[in-house]
């Protein structure tokens, strides 16, 4: 049995329905039948209001609510089209576009459904960099005059890890915001996104100098005189010059530091699964951890925690 759709016609028969949404989103919560979140009862029926009632302990559980779909005021079809859409944009979205696309009503509510679903875009769990990874800060930002070096000023410091594929060329990227380039913050964000025993490649700032310490294998590669072209870490600079581009391009630089986080993970997703030949597979993944991520509030959306 096919799990999603493959075109824009078979999505369009798929989920021509609020009943058909709802059942996707049923399917995907409890792929091998309903389990009571209370007493794990599997004997439930369906009630008119569109929940579960549990046949053990009497509670009834609505589809949407423990996903980013609750307490929607929107039809599911409006937030499947929406999800389809992101999906089939290589290049993203911004919130201006999706308004149009699906003649939302307000700028806000696409807005604040983007975010929503950049959110959703990071899978619970998901696994670490590993083998060789390579790793190295840059700003993101405005031109800040006075502040060479790792002093930022009102940019934004994005650790980027790249992990190198040889002949391949790149693997999987994780792109971090944090709050210095000391030490104790380099090795908790590497800790974070490299698997323990990998090879850490890096330039020769010392703020790496621990990682030996915490379990990874340290190479460092620096600048010499002899070679004063040697870039240490090409891979990082190549994915950190796409993704500003990204930025530009797409979001017209018009991205918040705060927010900078979120549009970093969808940056994320989208590379990462740049080599997908079926956009329906992308709207599954999506689909898969937006009904598995904790509810986001409207009050929420505030900024991505360092």
């Not at 096919?2 to 021509?16: G, H, N, S, V, Y």
């Not at 980027?160 to 090795?187: Q, W, Y």
């Not at 700032?205 to 190479?219: E, R, T």
Request: proline share 4%.
């Amino acid at each position: 049995m096919k799990e999603f759709p493959e075109t824009a016609l078979e999505f369009q028969d798929w989920f021509r329905s609020e009943e058909a949404c709802r059942d996707y989103i049923i399917h995907m919560r409890w792929p091998d039948g309903f389990r009571c979140p209370q007493c794990a009862g599997r004997k439930a029926w369906f009630t008119k209001h569109h929940r579960f009632h549990c046949a053990s302990c009497g509670r009834q559980t609505s589809a949407i609510v423990g996903t980013i779909f609750q307490d929607t005021r929107q039809p599911l079809r409006l937030w499947f089209q929406a999800m389809w859409y992101v999906v089939n944009q290589k290049q993203g979205v911004n919130a201006l576009g999706l308004q149009k696309a699906l003649g939302l009503g307000s700028y806000r509510t696409a807005w604040t459904w983007l975010h929503k679903l950049r959110r959703a875009m990071i899978r619970p769990g998901r696994e670490r960099l590993a083998g060789i990874v390579e790793v190295d800060e840059t700003l993101v930002g405005g031109y800040s005059p006075g502040k060479p070096g790792r002093s930022h000023g009102a940019k934004v410091l994005v650790l980027v890890g790249v992990e190198d594929r040889g002949k391949e060329g790149f693997g999987r990227i994780r792109l971090k915001v944090i709050a210095d380039a000391s030490g104790p913050t380099l090795e908790r964000a590497v800790e974070e996104m490299v698997e323990p025993g990998s090879t850490v490649r890096t330039d020769g700032w010392k703020g790496y100098n621990g990682l030996a310490a915490k379990g990874f294998h340290h190479d460092v590669v620096d600048r010499t005189e002899e070679e004063p072209g040697t870039d240490p870490t090409p891979l990082v600079h190549r994915i950190a010059s796409l993704s500003k581009r990204w930025l530009l391009g797409t979001h017209h630089g018009r991205v918040e530091s705060v927010q900078l986080g979120y549009y970093l993970d969808e940056f994320t997703f989208r590379f990462n699964r740049r080599k997908s030949r079926s956009r329906g597979k992308l709207f599954y993944r999506l689909m898969q951890q937006a009904v598995e991520i904790a509810p986001v509030q409207n009050r929420d959306l505030k900024g991505h925690n360092l």
